[in-house]
């Protein structure tokens, strides 16, 4: 990638099920304040602000008006992508490659807790002529994905199991976590059908949080006083998400942000030359559908022998979602690939506590939009 | 090739055959609903409305006490510093008479929204509300007003605990002059 990119500071707020003690612009003033104190810089040297917010979710019109104050961001440049946080990660990269400027704030937040009919959010999304008048959860359209992807890849429902035990086991490890549990794939098993084939246990609960992260230019970073985590690649993608034609089997989205990130990086060989994963699993059958459309396996059915044998585990060969990932950390709306990022840096800095891995030096992070879409996002970073 | 635009015949449509369903239509009532966390700063802004005071924060640095109160100085950005109450008096910034309601209703007697810079805060430092119980010919920018509060049973920690802001007769002062810290 020409003109290095380094993020250089990070905030982050621990998940939490509801957070009725600060408003949305108090936690993030917090989260702001800790990033840049991270990153060893003033909110006045930063030249350009990103947030990443939808409005439905927040309740507000035009969001990026209600940003600046509590980022230090009055009367600077400053704009609201109504995407997930990988996608303002990527906003920042352009911003900074494009000689611009140099120091670039991206934040985003969730206040899940405060949405009381978020399924009506989501009905919202769907087609109002030809689908929303049929009347079924939005979540449903999970369900028929999973059914088909595991009829076609011949994942089995225990694999998809083994994905949620594994991830909020892993939360345990992680003081960011919402929702850590040990948990046994038999426990999932047990748990029952929301959405046939997708059980309860294997859809992530929402959480609300608030991620802010410094980017800045090869020059800054190397001024600066904070340990660099350097960007790598950056790719984002969307399919064609009509329900009638879409792609149930391939996260296509996925594949081709991958590749772009890939390219960027001068990565040929994911397998081996990544070190930590950190993908969307939304629904628990995601994470798998995701790991082959990043390239991890020729054989899309190789992604649940991998899971079901350990490999993807912390100690095994491709931690995926050390970090507890969505099931166990909670979805934080837009701020969910922001998490994920910050858990990245936590590693590549070896700052990650219990859960750090001994030997990880390059890393992705990759995100979805959620039913109904097919938006994706993928970011590679590295420590060096 | 005429200069005159071509005619094109179209379908002409009556209300009467939407009725009829002569055409396909279809409609959706979105029944999203919210509950907003206040915080700390608005949080005691809302208990304060009720107990009939409004309360500010003040930043040490720039010195501004700012009204409605919040936990961070967007100028210094830094956390604010103390909670100081300030009047219910205030002289009108800036007002506009509505002769159109909120539903597009013609109006005989107009709303007054007005921005209100409250006495014991900076200059230019304001809340938005109403006017109330004056002729709308004789509002001014630098009209003296107070508040005028719901009797306390019927507050609710609501920013409509207050009626509305009353002039107080024969007071008119330059905005942005008074005397307050700076």
Redesign the interface.
Known sequence: MPNRVAIIGVGCTPAQPTTPYLSFKELMFQEAERAYLDAGIEASEVESFVTCAEDLNEGLSIFDEYTPDQLGAVQKPMHTLTQDGLHGIADAVMQIQSGLVELVVVEAHSKASNILTPEWILDYAVDPVWNRPLGFNPHAIAGLEMNVFLHETGITPDQCAHVTAKNRTNALRNPLAAYPARTAPGDVADSPYAFYPLRETEMARTADGCVVVVLASDDRARAGKSQPVWVRGVGFANDSSTLESRDWIRAEYCRVAAQMAYRQAGIHNPGRDIHLFEVDDTYAYKELQHLVALGLYSRPGDAGRAVASGVTKPNGETPVNVSGGALGMGLTLEATGLYRVAELVAQLRKQAGARQLPHAKVALAQSWRGVPTTSGAVVVLSSE | MSGEPRTVRGTPLELADLKKGKVFT?A?V??????????????RYLEELKNGRLIARRCQRCQRTMVPP???C??C?R?TDEWVYVQDTGTVNTFSLCYVSWDVRRLKTPEIPAVIEIDGASPGMGIMHVLGKVNPKQVRVGMRVRAVWKPPPQRTGSITDILYFAPIKGKTTKVGTAKKPR
């Open positions: 279809t959706y979105p029944k999203i609903q919210y509950a907003w966390d206040t915080g700390v700063a608005i949080g919040r936990m961070f967007e100028r950005f956390s």
